[in-house]
């Protein structure tokens, strides 16, 4: 059992330092990895709708990643919406996978946003959900993760405060 923790641990650890990074695409990408170490975490724990949201994380921040630009479509980011709501009806074992289908919803509508600031504050909303379902199901990494998390995008928001809530330029600008 403890090295299913230490697996979330790892999760945990790039969840957290995804939060300290300045650039959106940086944010993303590291996303990415921590999404697919939580997939791993929850299969193990049997935690079966966290394991899928996850899983539908990676294909919102590879999707994400690559929709940059002006040209991006806002249906890209309903398309993620309508596959979190989905993929919960297809692992369905109750209420309590609603916690982190609508925790997605919010991920996928912050990881939309263009300005960092943005993202790190949505983000926060997503804790009480993940908390709530991280105890249910017994995810002590999970459970530190979201305590972590919070502490580190507050931090986040103090330290890039003079960026304000507006997209930060562009690295090549």
């Known amino acids: 059992m403890i090295w299913i923790q230490l697996v979330g641990l790892l999760a945990l650890l790039l969840d957290v330092g995804s939060l300290q990074l300045k650039q959106r695409k940086h944010i993303l990408g590291t996303q990415i990895l921590a999404s697919l170490t939580w997939v791993t975490h929850f299969l193990l724990l049997g935690a079966v709708a966290g394991a899928s949201m996850n899983a ?11 929709s940059r630009g002006d040209n991006r479509s806002v249906w ?5 919406i309508a596959l979190s709501c989905l993929v919960t009806a297809a692992v369905w074992q109750g209420p309590v996978n ?13 990881f939309w946003q263009r300005g960092e600031q943005t993202i790190r ?4 909303l997503c804790v009480p959900l993940w908390l709530t379902y991280n105890i249910i199901f017994h995810s002590y990494a999970g459970i530190v993760s979201d305590l972590i998390a919070t502490i580190s995008a507050v931090i986040a928001l ?4 003079k960026q304000g809530f507006r997209p930060a330029p562009s690295a090549g600008k």
Do not use: D, E, H
């Open 98 to 110: 609603l916690l982190p289908m609508f925790a997605m919803i919010i991920a996928a509508i912050a």
């Open 158 to 161: 103090y330290r890039y405060r």
């Open 121 to 124: 504050l949505l983000l926060l």
């Open 76 to 80: 890209v980011m309903w398309a993620i």
């Open 56 to 66: 539908v994380g990676v294909v919102r921040s590879l999707t994400y990643y690559k």
